[in-house]
């Protein structure tokens, strides 16, 4: 596990374009400097270079952070983790890269869907004040990167999770909290966007079920 997040931050770091040195706990160095710019760009045209820091608690994201956000059309809606938003938001890549995903594993027969994505500073802090033991604090959600999504009908097993399992990779996508059925965590359907590069990396790294 502590490799793991260690290698992720080492990844961040790697492939982060604009986000400067890495916070080490004090609110003034967080993540959220700017638009991150890619550097490169694929054949299809696409920015590859992963870019986004893993949220931890000594990497957070400041507020007043502005990602690249993108709407989303056509989403589920799952429980009350929308904070009443209307419309979702998820980072332009981010986006790109889903779509393509979702079209892929619709061929495979696995249905992906969002049901939530970014969240800002003051959705957390009123979910927080709904939920204050369960949620985490405003500025350690992943959710805030825009990077992060939340899909439905994504269980530990099931088709869909085993078709992300090994194929979400080669769109940039990772699973953050993987399954520890001896601490009782995990999170089956909590998918991050880190870039082609990095993914790889970690699929290449960690295998399937990292
Ligand atoms: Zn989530």
């Not at 990844?11 to 916070?23: E, V």
């Not at 369960?134 to 959710?143: F, L, V």
């Not at 001896?182 to 590069?197: A, T």
Request: one cysteine or more; proline letters at 5%; hydrophobic letters at 35%.
């Amino acid at each position: 596990m502590i490799l793991k997040m260690a290698l992720s931050i080492a990844i961040a770091l790697l492939f982060c374009s604009s986000c400067g040195s890495y916070p080490g706990g004090s609110r003034e160095g967080g993540w959220g400097r700017g638009r991150d710019a890619p550097l490169l760009y694929d054949k299809f045209g696409f920015p590859v270079g992963g870019i986004y820091p893993l949220v931890t608690e000594s990497g957070f994201v400041v507020e007043g952070f502005d990602p690249d956000l993108a709407p989303l059309v056509g989403f589920s809606s799952c429980s009350n983790r929308n904070a009443g938003r209307v419309t979702l938001y998820l980072h332009r890549e981010a986006l790109q890269y889903f779509e393509l995903m979702q079209k892929e594993a619709r061929k495979a027969g696995a249905q992906i869907s969002i049901c939530s994505a970014y969240r800002d500073y003051h959705d957390q802090k009123r979910i927080k004040r709904r939920y204050p033991g369960k949620a985490i604090d405003p500025g350690y959600s992943e959710h805030h990167l825009g990077t992060t999504v939340d899909l439905v009908n994504v269980h530990w097993n099931n088709r869909e999770y085993r078709w992300l399992t090994g194929n979400a990779h080669r769109f940039g996508y990772i699973l953050t909290y993987y399954r520890r059925p001896e601490l009782g965590v995990g999170e089956p359907n909590h998918w991050r966007y880190v870039g082609r590069e990095a993914a790889q990396t970690f699929y290449n790294l960690f295998g399937r079920e990292y």
